[in-house]
C-alpha cells in the first residue's frame, strides 16, 4: 500500500534562517506530488506541484521553492524565512497525469512556527 | 482561476441534528467536485467525490452531496449527526481544462458536534 511521510512535524525557526521540510511517498511510481500551506479560515493554498523529477511548478509568488530531486521525494525550502511563512504545511501526492482520478493522499503535515 | 466558497466558517450543531455544508464554486467548465474531511490529530481524508453521473453521490459515515450545476454548488448534507463528527470540512474543485491535476480548496468549515 502506499504511504507518504513529512517530516519534520513541528519546526520553530528564527526569521532569517533557512528551512528544509521533506516529503517522501512510498509504494507508488511517478505520483504527482503537492505542497499545501493550510491557514485557519483559508482552506489550503496550493504552493508548487511536480508531475515528475526536477518538474516543479509555482502557484504563487513566495519566499519558498521546492525541489524534487528523486522520483518520490518532494522538498520545500526558504533560504531566509519571514514571519509570514509560519503556517502548517501539507504534502500530497496523486495518481500520475493519465490515472488521475483527482484524489490527494495527504501527509501528516508539518507546523513551522517562525519567530 | 478557479475559487471555492464556503459559507460557513464554524457550525455548532448537537447530536441528531441535520447538517449541511454550503460550497460554491467558480468556474463555467466541467470540473470534479470533492469534500475532504480532518478530524482532530488526523490526516486530511477524501469523504466523497463527483465526476459524472448521478448528481446525489454518496460518502463514508452517512455523509451525501448535491451536485446542483446550475448554482455552481456541492453541498455536503447529512441527516443526523454524531459527536464523532466533529471535524473540518473542506470543500474542493478540480477544473479539468483549466488546472490540469490540481485541486482549489475552500476556506473550510469547522464543525462541532455537541453530545
Known amino acids: 500500500s502506499q504511504t507518504i511521510h513529512q517530516w519534520p512535524a513541528t519546526l520553530v525557526q528564527p526569521v532569517g534562517s533557512p528551512l528544509s521540510l521533506e516529503c517522501t511517498v512510498e509504494?507508488?511510481?511517478?505520483?504527482?506530488l503537492y505542497w499545501y500551506r493550510q491557514a485557519a479560515g483559508r482552506g489550503l493554498q496550493l504552493l508548487f506541484y511536480?508531475?515528475?523529477?526536477?518538474?516543479i511548478s509555482s502557484e504563487v509568488p513566495q519566499n519558498l521553492s521546492a525541489s524534487r530531486p528523486q522520483d518520490r521525494q518532494f522538498i520545500l525550502s526558504s533560504k531566509k524565512l519571514l514571519l509570514s511563512d509560519s503556517g502548517f504545511y501539507l504534502c500530497?501526492?496523486?495518481?500520475?497525469?493519465?490515472?488521475?482520478?483527482?484524489?490527494?493522499?495527504f501527509g501528516e503535515g508539518s507546523r513551522l512556527t517562525v519567530l | 482561476a478557479q475559487s471555492v466558497s464556503q459559507h460557513n466558517h464554524h457550525v455548532i450543531l448537537s447530536e441528531a441534528a441535520s447538517l449541511e455544508l454550503g460550497c460554491n464554486y467558480s468556474?463555467?467548465?466541467?470540473?470534479?467536485l470533492f469534500w475532504y474531511v480532518q478530524y482532530p490529530g488526523q490526516h486530511l481524508q477524501l469523504l466523497l467525490k463527483?465526476?459524472?453521473?448521478?448528481?446525489l453521490v454518496k460518502g463514508i459515515k452517512g455523509f451525501e452531496a448535491e451536485f446542483i450545476k446550475s448554482k455552481f454548488s456541492f453541498n455536503l448534507r447529512k441527516p443526523s449527526v454524531q459527536w464523532s463528527d466533529t471535524a473540518e470540512y473542506f470543500c474542493?474543485?478540480?477544473?479539468?481544462?483549466?488546472?490540469?491535476?490540481?485541486?482549489?480548496f475552500g476556506g473550510g468549515t469547522r464543525v462541532l458536534v455537541k453530545p
Open positions: 500530497a501526492w496523486s495518481t500520475p497525469d493519465r490515472g488521475f482520478t483527482g484524489e490527494l493522499f
Open positions: 463527483y465526476f459524472s453521473g448521478d448528481p
Open positions: 509504494g507508488t511510481s511517478n505520483p504527482n
Open positions: 474542493a474543485v478540480n477544473a479539468l481544462q483549466a488546472a490540469g491535476n490540481k485541486l482549489t
Open positions: 511536480s508531475v515528475g523529477i526536477g518538474q
Open positions: 468556474y463555467g467548465g466541467t470540473v470534479n
